[in-house]
C-alpha cells in the first residue's frame, strides 16, 4: 500500500496530516463558512477534527490513498486539506477528490491547484479509470472547482452517509481529464 507521499504544486506543499494540524484542522471546520457548506453538526468539538484528521491518515495506511495537508508554501502555514477519498458503502460512487480551504484563502485558487494535483495522482499512481466528486446542489464554489478540473455533472441523489439531502455526483474520465489537461495547456 503507498503511502502518503509528499508533493508539491507552484504554491502548495501537500504532506500527511500529522498530530500538530488538529488545532489548525478544528479552526477551519469551526469557521461559518465551512460549517455551512459541509453541514458541520452542531456541538462539533475538536474529539470530532481528530477523529476526522485520523480517518485521512487512516485511510492512506488502509487504501493507499487519502487526502493531503495543505501547506501554503510561502508562509509555511497549514490552508485546509484535499486529494482522494473513499467510503465503504456501495451506494459510495468510487474514488472520490474533494477540498476544503480555510475561508481566508477562497479565491486564490489554491483549491484548483491541489485538486489538479491530487486528480493526476488519481489517474497516474492508483490507476483509476474514473474519478467522482459529490457536491451539494447549493455548494456553487465546489462545483466551480470540479467544472475547472474538467468535472461534469451527473445524477443528483440521495448517499446512505448524507441521507439528509440529495447530492450531485460529478464525473471526470480519462478522456475529460486529458481535455481539460489540453485546454489548460492552450491557455484555454
Ligand atoms: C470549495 C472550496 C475549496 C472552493 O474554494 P475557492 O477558493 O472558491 O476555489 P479555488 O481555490 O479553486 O479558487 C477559485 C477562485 O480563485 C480565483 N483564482 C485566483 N487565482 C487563481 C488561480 N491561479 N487558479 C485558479 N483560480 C484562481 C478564481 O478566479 C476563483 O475566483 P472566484 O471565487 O471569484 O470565482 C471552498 O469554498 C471551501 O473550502 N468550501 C468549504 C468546504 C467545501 O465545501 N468543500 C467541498 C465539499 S463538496
Redesign the pocket.
Known sequence: MPACPTLTT??LTLRPFQEDDLDPLFA?MSTP??R???HVQDGFSVGDAWRTLSAFAGLWELKGLGQWALVERLTGRFV?R?GLYWRPEPDWPGVEV??????A???????????TRAVRYGFEELGEGVLF????PE?T??????R?LGYLPGEERRLSNFPELP?VVWRLDRTGWEAARATDRDGG
Not at 105 to 115: K, L, P, R, S, V
Request: include cysteine; aromatic fraction near 8%.
Open positions: 507552484e504554491r477551519i463558512e465551512v455551512a457548506s459541509l485546509g484535499a474533494g477540498w476544503m480551504l480555510d475561508p484563502c477562497w479565491g486564490a485558487g489554491y483549491a484548483t491547484e491541489a485538486g466528486s459529490v457536491i451539494l455548494n464554489r465546489s462545483q466551480a472547482v470540479a475547472r447530492h
